[in-house]
Nanobody, 120 residues
């Protein structure tokens, strides 16, 4: 099993910055990708950014140029640097890790979420 714990959320004014962190522990192996998702009230959870085992990154169009995903070498910590925040970025942010320990085996883990609130 893998445990993911987010930190770094909070209240920030529009135009400000925040850095979210996700600490991963447990049996971390055969990583496929890690990422950040968010869910705003009344909306579905959506992908914000991800990075795969080849270090390829993917961003939602709404955050391109403002957010950056990164990780440490051990793959047990990853981050979301957010700049130029907008009120529409307000949501609960979740970190996510996908493992593929065997052929046709896929394990997915989620953190508990951290609230990001951007005031106008």
């Amino acid at each position: 099993q893998v445990q993911l714990v987010e930190s770094g959320g909070g209240l920030v004014q529009a135009g400000g910055s925040l850095r979210l962190s996700c600490a991963a522990s447990g049996r971390i192996r055969s990583i496929s990708a890690v990422g950040w998702y968010r869910q705003a009230p009344g909306k579905e959870r959506e992908l914000v950014a991800s990075i795969d085992s080849g270090d390829n990154t993917n961003y939602a169009d709404s955050v391109k140029g403002r957010f950056t995903i990164s990780r440490n070498n051990a793959w047990n910590a990853f981050y979301l640097q957010m700049h130029f925040l907008k009120p529409e970025d307000t949501a609960v942010y979740y970190c996510n890790m996908v493992l593929v320990p065997a052929i046709e085996a896929r394990l997915e883990f989620w953190g508990q979420g951290t609230q990001v609130t951007v005031s106008s």
